[in-house]
């Protein structure tokens, strides 16, 4: 008997989750057979991306293999990037795998399918403003991560010689959501831990980081209080902070701005505003502008019943019309609804709409703060919060996404290594 066949496209914060919940639910029962396509071949979780990117985190520590991950939750794993769907025979199409010369290790394959649910995320959206793609580093992959630190490590080296001391090393992030604030805190950060690795002329006095958002505030979709607190301790910390301030032109020694103001950087960060990968537009099903997929409340895309997309790269409706933010915890939440729902439907049972329940905001500034809201009770009224309470709530949605992938147990085993690694292991990657 052929069993029925789940195809899960995108490993991330979603995806992965997904997998590792139907892997053991409906694999290892042989009821259906679960199948995790990602182009990469391991899995790190994206909010830690600007921590890999100043070193605070080594991501070689924190990165889960998706081949053994499958074999021990139940699912298989198939190495690869889509780049097409066939939505009439129901098979994907996926991208040759080429080693780094450019040598084929696996041909083009297509997958059959019986449910597909993609789960892509989303890369950042430059609007096609000119010199961007050209001179800015982003952070949507570890890849990226890393390509920028190494980049920001030989800054540092450079600005440590005799006769650059006296001279700044500057870095220029545009875009003030979570991505950008958090990588601004960061970079102050590492510029105190590289100067207590005898980087001695290295201090956050020869680190100038300037923060550009085109919106009114800092963190333009969260509550005034938390913007106007993280506002305070990034000027605090020495980072230089624009808003109502929109970048027209990026090029390899400066950011320009709509009021022809120039920045010179010596580093530049693009993180402002995102959008799903334009493949979704090319598959012949509803997408937004910005490629993410029209879903129904049941996570279902409005054109095919057997194709379902969530997390980033999927637009949610919400009761209250909008819909639902590209958010970690948003995916968190979306893969245990359709879980169900996937489980329901192997069950003939109808599926059950995806309600998002918003559980706060935090915002980490590398050691030296953390500043969010917490949504108590059925009102959802939020609580302001920040230092270590904030800390540890901003710590637990990392750990509740390692807890979904590899069980309590596990996950316990995991946070006392953790702090054991802090006395074990250099504070900050260097090499
Ligand atoms: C630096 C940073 C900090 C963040 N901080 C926070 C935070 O504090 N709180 C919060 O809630 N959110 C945060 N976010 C947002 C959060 O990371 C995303 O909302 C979340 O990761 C979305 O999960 P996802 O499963 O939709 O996609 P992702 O986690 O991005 O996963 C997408 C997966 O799809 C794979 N993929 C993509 N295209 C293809 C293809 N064609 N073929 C095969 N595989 C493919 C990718 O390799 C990846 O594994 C942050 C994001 C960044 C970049």
New binding site residues.
């Given amino acids: 008997m052929t069993l029925p066949r789940i195809v899960v496209?995108?490993?991330?914060?979603?995806?992965?989750e997904l997998v590792t919940r139907l892997g053991r639910k409906l694999g290892k029962r042989k009821r259906a057979e679960i199948v995790l396509?990602?182009?990469?071949p391991t899995?790190i979780?994206?909010?830690?991306?600007?921590e890999v990117?100043t070193g605070a985190l080594d991501s070689g520590l924190d990165e889960i293999s998706y081949q053994g991950h499958a074999r021990a939750n139940g699912y298989q794993f198939q190495l690869?990037?889509?780049?097409d769907l066939d939505r009439d025979g129901q098979t994907l199409t996926?991208a040759p795998v080429l080693d780094d010369d450019g040598e084929e290790i696996l041909p083009a394959r297509t997958l059959p399918y019986d449910d597909l649910v993609l789960?892509?995320?989303?890369v950042?959206n430059d609007f096609g403003t000119p010199g961007v793609a050209e001179h800015c580093h982003f952070?949507?992959?570890p890849h990226q991560?890393e390509l920028f630190r190494q980049s920001m490590l030989n800054a540092f080296l450079r600005y440590s010689a005799p006769q650059e001391t006296s001279a700044k090393m500057v870095v220029g992030i545009v875009g003030a959501g979570?991505?950008g604030v958090?990588?601004a805190a960061e970079l102050y950060g590492a510029s105190e831990m590289l100067n207590s690795y005898g980087f001695t002329t290295l201090d956050s006095d020869h680190l100038e980081v300037h923060l550009i958002e085109a919106a009114p505030k800092v963190l333009p979709a969260l509550p005034e209080r938390i913007s106007g607190a993280v506002h305070a301790e990034l000027e605090r910390l020495g980072v230089k902070v624009h808003v109502d301030t929109r970048v027209t032109e990026v090029n390899d020694e400066a950011i320009i701005t709509a009021g022809d103001e120039r920045i010179d950087i010596d580093l530049g960060v693009w993180?402002a505003g995102i959008k799903a990968?334009a493949?979704l537009s090319e598959l012949g099903l509803s997408t937004e502008r910005n490629h993410r997929l029209k879903v129904d409340a049941t996570l279902k895309s409005l054109d095919d019943e057997h194709v379902f997309a969530?997390?980033?790269?999927?637009s949610c409706p919400q009761e209250d019309g909008s819909t639902v933010p590209?958010?970690?915890?948003?995916?968190h939440q979306q893969?245990d609804r359709l879980y169900r729902n996937l489980v329901a439907r192997l069950d003939g049972k109808p599926l059950k709409p995806f309600v998002f329940r918003d559980r706060g905001?935090?915002?980490?500034l590398a050691h030296f703060d953390a500043i969010g809201s917490l949504m108590r009770g059925a009102s959802a009224r939020s609580l302001f919060i920040e230092g270590h309470l904030a800390r540890f709530f901003?710590a637990s949605?990392y750990r509740m996404h390692q807890r979904a992938i590899h069980g309590a147990l596990k996950t316990g085993l995991m946070v006392v290594v953790d702090g054991l690694n802090k006395f074990l292991k250099p504070r900050l990657k260097l090499h």
């Fill in positions: 496209v995108g490993g991330g914060a979603g995806g992965l396509v990602d182009r990469n899995h979780w994206k909010p830690l991306l600007h990117a690869g990037t889509l780049t996926l789960s892509l995320g989303s950042s952070l949507d992959s991560a979570a991505t958090e990588l993180a990968p493949l969530f997390g980033d790269c999927a590209p958010r970690a915890q948003a995916a893969a905001s935090l915002i980490s901003y949605l």
